[in-house]
T-cell receptor, first 112, second 112 residues
Framework: GQQLNQSPQSMFIQEGEDVSMNCTSS?????WLWYKQDPGEGPVLLIA?????ELTSNGRLTAQFGITRKDSFLNISASIPSDVGIYFC????????????FGAGTILRVKS | DSGVTQTPKHLITATGQRVTLRCSPR?????VYWYQQSLDQGLQFLIQ???????AKGNILERFSAQQFPDLHSELNLSSLELGDSALYFC???????????FGNGTRLTVT
């Protein structure tokens, strides 16, 4: 099946710093989703993107659907301790029957 | 609260046994998905149902089966359990099409 390349695998940053993570693929996607998972809980939807070039914000989070439709990034501004968790990207692409594919996740640790 | 309910929250059982995990989707969602997440792993897609019919199959073992009932709740049956089946099992639901998935808080299965 199609793989999404999510990077970085993990990050350890200072409180107050901005964070950026991204997902790339060799295939064209028609939907990008970003989720956050806290320990012992289910992934929670952060942002959904449906059009190439779309830029959407949710509080301190901003995500963009890449123009080529093969990538997406998520930025977190002014990180705080509660941003700790695993961030997953997920995407749908036509060649895979519109099924949802998940990236391997980015583990975010914040040092206060 | 995502609106997706999973029971039980925790399950401890012995090898060789059979268990049933239950999921109630968000009100109005016709699609139900099952995912497995092992320790420090990503989300592995198992199976999807739409309005009672199997829609897509992922990396689901033959020892595992699922179904979606007329009231749209779903059950995941795991049989002949092995130690390696210990994991978090998540259910997610969506309204179909490009709608995002909304996850429950999972069932943590421990096989001893």
């Amino acid at each position: 099946g199609q793989q999404l390349n999510q990077s970085p695998q993990s990050m350890f940053i200072q409180e107050g710093e901005d964070v950026s993570m991204n997902c790339t693929s060799s295939s064209i996607f028609n939907t990008w989703l970003w989720y956050k998972q806290d320990p012992g809980e289910g992934p929670v939807l952060l942002i959904a993107l449906y059009k190439a070039g779309e830029l959407t914000s949710n509080g301190r989070l901003t995500a963009q659907f890449g123009i080529t439709r093969k990538d997406s990034f998520l930025n977190i501004s002014a990180s705080i301790p509660s941003d700790v968790g695993i961030y997953f990207c997920a995407g749908r692409y036509m060649e895979y029957g519109n099924k949802l594919v998940f990236g391997a996740g980015t583990i975010l640790r914040v040092k206060s | 609260d995502s609106g997706v309910t999973q029971t039980p929250k925790h399950l401890i059982t012995a090898t060789g046994q059979r268990v049933t995990l239950r999921c109630s989707p968000r009100s109005g969602d016709l699609s139900v998905y099952w995912y497995q997440q092992s320790l420090d792993q990503g989300l592995q897609f198992l199976i999807q149902y739409y309005n009672g019919e199997e829609r897509a199959k992922g990396n689901i073992l033959e020892r595992f089966s699922a179904q979606q009932f007329p009231d749209l709740h779903s059950e995941l049956n795991l049989s002949s359990l092995e130690l390696g089946d210990s994991a978090l099992y998540f259910c997610a639901s969506s309204g179909g099409g490009n709608s995002p998935l909304h996850f429950g808080n999972g069932t943590r299965l421990t096989v001893t």
